[in-house]
């Protein structure tokens, strides 16, 4: 088992007038094979996590520590915390002109591990990734998330972590902009993984629909940049009849 250990985090973005403090002091603890929503109104600071832990240089973390299996996760290059195991589906993922999904997957799973993937292997492997969620094969030769729709990239975003197989995956916001089959097709993809490698998961979310398909076994709230409230997935079912208000009267 790996444990993933947030304490006490701080973290800023940089602005054009100076740094902004969104985290205000996050505590999370999650292992493997645990799924962990992460629930908030926008504005949060949900996101801030999610790229604070990934190494985005514009999140300036002030204080506080990430530990991966004792390891200063802080200290590590963006490269070394994906070596590492910690893996970033993107809200927003970017294009990469020039790079075929194929080439982009395999460099990615060559760097992870310090060797190439056994190609016969691994184009088999591609392949059945490929038919489960439901992408044509010309998929493969496309270059990275040029002119995909909203639905591709979050598919190709799954596609990613099931052929990486990282420790821990931070899934930002996956089911915005998904229809009802893509939601369940990508959904069905996270709990192959998390049943095939033991993964933690660190489900960001709005709403709960997503839950629907993907279980948690804790949920967080965030309210302004600090963890407001703990439980099960009884408080994801509380927020959806209720929503955030109550917690800004409680302000």
């Known amino acids: 088992m790996s444990t993933l250990t947030i304490e006490d985090l701080h973290v800023g973005v940089n602005t054009d007038t100076g740094l902004k403090p969104i985290l205000n002091g996050i505590n999370l603890v999650i292992n493997t094979n645990e799924t962990h929503a992460i629930m908030g109104p926008n504005g949060s600071g949900k996101s801030t996590l999610a790229y604070a832990l990934a190494g985005h240089p514009k999140y300036e973390v002030t204080s506080g520590s990430v530990t ?9 290059s963006v490269d070394e915390r994906a070596k590492a195991g910690l893996f970033l589906a993107m809200q927003y993922p970017v294009e990469v002109p020039g790079v075929t999904v194929t080439n982009f997957l395999r460099s990615a799973k060559t760097a992870i591990d310090g060797e190439a993937p056994k190609l016969r292997n ?7 990734a490929m038919e489960n969620l439901r992408v044509d094969p ?7 998330n040029e002119g995909f729709s909203g639905g591709e990239k979050k598919r190709h975003e799954i596609l990613q972590l099931e052929m990486l197989k990282p ?3 931070v899934l930002d916001e996956t089911d915005s902009g998904l229809d009802v089959d893509a939601l369940r097709i990508v959904s ?12 933690g998961i660190m489900l960001i979310t709005h709403y709960t629909r997503i839950l629907n398909y993907i279980k948690p076994d804790h949920v967080h709230v965030i309210i302004e940049g600090k963890v407001a409230e703990e439980g099960g997935p009884e408080l994801a079912e ?3 009849n209720e929503g955030y208000d109550r917690f800004f009267q409680k302000a």
């Not at 991966?68 to 996760?73: F, K, Q, Y």
């Not at 691994?122 to 059945?128: A, E, S, V």
Request: cysteine-free; aromatic content about 8%; proline content about 0%.
């Open 138 to 144: 010309a998929f493969a030769s496309r270059n990275v």
């Open 122 to 128: 691994w184009t088999k492997d591609l392949k059945q």
């Open 68 to 76: 991966l299996d004792g390891e200063d996760v802080l200290e590590m």
């Open 188 to 199: 069905e993809g996270v709990n192959r993984v998390k049943d095939a490698t033991d993964v």
């Open 167 to 169: 420790k821990f995956a």
């Open 238 to 240: 509380r927020l959806e």
